[in-house]
């Protein structure tokens, strides 16, 4: 008998320092904010996506271990250096925080790439792979960013923090430092939110 290979769509990510995250939940949160991904859940976290797709699911033991091999580069510096506002057709407007690709970053994330891409997969994303809660209207584009992501270039990425909110109107004290503080395995959910969280890779 022939095994099924269940697949699932992953968000592997940097969870953000106690600070940094408090500040992203107040601005997804704030009064005139419109978030369309509600940060107040305490399990939606802020986070950097270092790589998202569709993973088979029995593969997420050996990716671990990859992940294990970047320990020593932990915590990743996090330098927001903007507020920057993108524009969709899906969204509309939608708010991130920009992280500077300094050298330290390059050097973390050029040995993320090489360790994961080989798992990442040609199969397409679908709903039943993601996360939606009940109280969730279930974005169908969510599949399309997902799908989109395994088709980037390294040199095209961009790190960033998705503020998950159409307006941001409180202060930013930019530029500020953080850290990203640990590495998940995430089981995606609306809108790429980073939701369940499956392992994790700490100091």
């Given at each position: 008998m022939i095994e099924r290979v269940r697949f699932v769509a992953l968000d592997i990510a940097l969870l953000l320092d106690p600070e940094l995250d408090a500040l992203c939940r107040r601005l997804n949160s704030a009064k005139g904010a419109e978030p369309f991904s509600d940060l107040k859940k305490p399990t939606n976290y802020p986070h950097v996506t270092l790589a998202m797709g569709v993973f088979r699911e029995g593969e997420i033991p050996a990716?671990?271990?990859e992940l294990v091999l970047l320990r020593p580069q932990l915590p990743v510096r996090l330098s927001v250096t903007d507020l920057y506002c993108?524009?969709?057709?899906?969204?509309?407007?939608?708010?991130q925080l920009m992280i500077e690709r300094d050298t330290a970053f390059n050097a973390f994330y050029t040995n993320f790439r090489e360790r994961i891409n080989?798992?990442?997969?040609?199969?397409p994303a679908s709903q039943d792979m993601f996360v939606v809660e009940r109280d969730e209207v279930w974005n169908p584009n969510t599949t399309h960013w997902v799908d989109g992501f395994r088709h980037k270039k390294p040199d095209d990425?961009?790190?960033?923090?998705s503020l998950k909110c159409r307006n941001?109107?409180?202060d930013v004290p930019l530029p500020i430092e953080g850290r990203g503080t640990k590495i998940v395995i995430a089981q995606i959910g609306?809108?790429?939110?980073?939701?369940?969280?499956?392992?994790e890779v700490h100091k």
């Amino acid at each position: 008998m022939i095994e099924r290979v269940r697949f699932v769509a992953l968000d592997i990510a940097l969870l953000l320092d106690p600070e940094l995250d408090a500040l992203c939940r107040r601005l997804n949160s704030a009064k005139g904010a419109e978030p369309f991904s509600d940060l107040k859940k305490p399990t939606n976290y802020p986070h950097v996506t270092l790589a998202m797709g569709v993973f088979r699911e029995g593969e997420i033991p050996a990716i671990l271990k990859e992940l294990v091999l970047l320990r020593p580069q932990l915590p990743v510096r996090l330098s927001v250096t903007d507020l920057y506002c993108k524009v969709s057709e899906q969204i509309g407007q939608e708010y991130q925080l920009m992280i500077e690709r300094d050298t330290a970053f390059n050097a973390f994330y050029t040995n993320f790439r090489e360790r994961i891409n080989p798992y990442i997969t040609s199969s397409p994303a679908s709903q039943d792979m993601f996360v939606v809660e009940r109280d969730e209207v279930w974005n169908p584009n969510t599949t399309h960013w997902v799908d989109g992501f395994r088709h980037k270039k390294p040199d095209d990425y961009k790190p960033h923090i998705s503020l998950k909110c159409r307006n941001a109107s409180l202060d930013v004290p930019l530029p500020i430092e953080g850290r990203g503080t640990k590495i998940v395995i995430a089981q995606i959910g609306n809108y790429c939110s980073c939701r369940t969280i499956l392992r994790e890779v700490h100091k």
